[in-house]
Every structure is written in structure tokens, then in C-alpha cells.
């Protein structure tokens, strides 16, 4: 089954630790994203991908870092420097990040700080 | 300004019948398109419906349909027959051309009773 799949689904962060969510997709996409989602807010969009080698930072970047390697793979690290990371993360893709095009979403990552 | 507005935080319908979703978006692009997401307890976002700006016709996906009034630059989600699994978050969200993400709403929470 074709699909993205994000990986932990919980993930618990300690002061000062980077921590870096997975993003895989075998959906053959070109374009991949990074959204932020807090409790009562929409998503916001933290970066974005469209070729491989290539990102751009989204509104809230700040404290976020991604690497496109693989087609396949859009890891978030989210480093020290995000003061306030607790939320839920989700990974998304579309075919070429066209404005007709759907995004296809992971089932999510909940980031916890300890 | 925002992009796009939901203003029902939380919506209740009797099962088997239609409710409507209320989205206005704002933009100064003709050309744009927009969308509707589920989102479950679970977390995952679910593609439900889209509309291209210059679609002459409403866009209608089973139970689904999205009322789209272009002069009032509203695009109401209309779901009929209300089910239980119906029960999520919805969030309206918009592209536009040449921008290269999507703006979404902050949702509303849509409860069935039975």
C-alpha cells in the first residue's frame, strides 16, 4: 500500500536534546512538507520540499532544521533552539506541489517535552 | 488578515442530517483552490473535497459537497446524512498560485449525536 509513514508516534524530548522525526513516503512525490498543529490552531508550515537537495522555510522554521536526500525521506530535527516544540507534527506530500494537487498526510508524530 | 476563516469552534447535528461547515478565504489570486480535510481522533488528515477557483459547477464527492460562492468568497462544506464516524475536526484550507503551500483554518469540531 502506497503511503507516508511518520515515525515515533510519541516521542519525548529532554532540555537541550535535538530530536529528529521521520518521513517516509512511497508514493513517488516530488513535493513534501513539514505542519505544525496546536491545540484550537490550524496547521502551520514549518518547510517544505520540492526536489530533492532542495527546502524552503515555511512561517515558523525558527528551531526546526530538514534534509531531502532521498525523494523518499523528509526528516525533521527539532533542535534546542525551538523553545516551545510540544505539539503535533505531520508530514505531508503531493505529487509536484501543484495548486490543484491534494496533500496526502502521515498519521502523525506528538512531541513532548520532559 | 488570514487566509482562512472558520468561525464554528464546535458543531453538533442529529444523525441522518446535513450540516454545513462554514469557510470565508481571502485572496487576491484568480486563480486559487480549495479544500476540505478531515481529521479524526486518530490525528490523520483526510482528503475530502476540492474546488478550483474558475469550476463553474459546486464539487460534490458523495456525501460530501462544497457550497462555493466565489463573490462572497465563502466555501461552505455541506455533509448530508450525517454518520457517526463523521464525528472529527474539518479544516478548510486554500493555495494559490505561485505560492507554494497551503493555508489552513483552525477547524471546527463537528459531534453527531446519535
Known amino acids: 500500500d502506497g503511503g507516508i509513514t511518520q515515525s515515533p508516534k510519541y516521542l519525548f524530548r529532554k532540555e537541550g536534546q535535538n530530536v529528529t522525526l521521520s518521513c517516509e513516503q512511497n508514493?513517488?512525490?516530488?513535493?513534501m512538507y513539514w505542519y505544525r498543529q496546536d491545540p484550537g490552531q490550524g496547521l502551520r508550515l514549518i518547510y517544505y520540499?520540492?526536489?530533492?537537495?532542495?527546502?524552503q522555510k515555511g512561517d515558523i522554521a525558527e528551531g526546526y532544521s530538514v534534509s531531502r536526500e532521498k525523494k523518499e525521506s523528509f526528516p525533521l530535527t527539532v533542535t534546542s533552539a525551538q523553545k516551545n516544540p510540544t505539539a503535533f507534527y505531520l508530514c505531508?506530500?503531493?505529487?509536484?506541489?501543484?495548486?490543484?494537487?491534494?496533500?496526502?498526510f502521515g498519521s502523525g508524530t506528538q512531541l513532548s517535552v520532559l | 488578515a488570514q487566509k482562512i476563516t472558520q468561525t464554528q469552534p464546535g458543531m453538533f447535528v442529529q444523525e441522518k442530517e446535513a450540516v454545513t461547515l462554514d469557510c470565508t478565504y481571502d485572496?487576491?489570486?484568480?486563480?486559487?483552490?480549495l479544500f476540505w480535510y478531515k481529521q479524526p481522533s486518530s490525528g490523520e488528515m483526510i482528503f475530502l473535497i476540492y474546488?478550483?477557483?474558475?469550476?463553474?459547477q459546486n464539487a460534490t464527492e458523495g456525501r460530501y459537497s462544497l457550497n462555493f460562492q466565489k463573490a462572497r468568497k465563502s466555501a461552505n462544506l455541506v455533509i448530508s446524512a450525517s454518520q457517526l464516524g463523521d464525528s472529527a475536526m474539518y479544516f478548510c484550507?486554500?493555495?494559490?498560485?505561485?505560492?507554494?503551500?497551503?493555508?489552513f483554518g483552525t477547524g471546527t469540531s463537528l459531534t453527531v449525536i446519535p
Open positions: 520540499s520540492q526536489i530533492v537537495n532542495d527546502f
Open positions: 474546488q478550483g477557483s474558475y469550476d463553474q
Open positions: 505531508a506530500s503531493s505529487i509536484q506541489g501543484a495548486t490543484n494537487e491534494k496533500l496526502f
Open positions: 484550507a486554500m493555495t494559490e498560485m505561485g505560492e507554494d503551500q497551503f493555508y
Open positions: 485572496t487576491s489570486d484568480p486563480s486559487y483552490g
Open positions: 508514493l513517488n512525490h516530488d513535493a
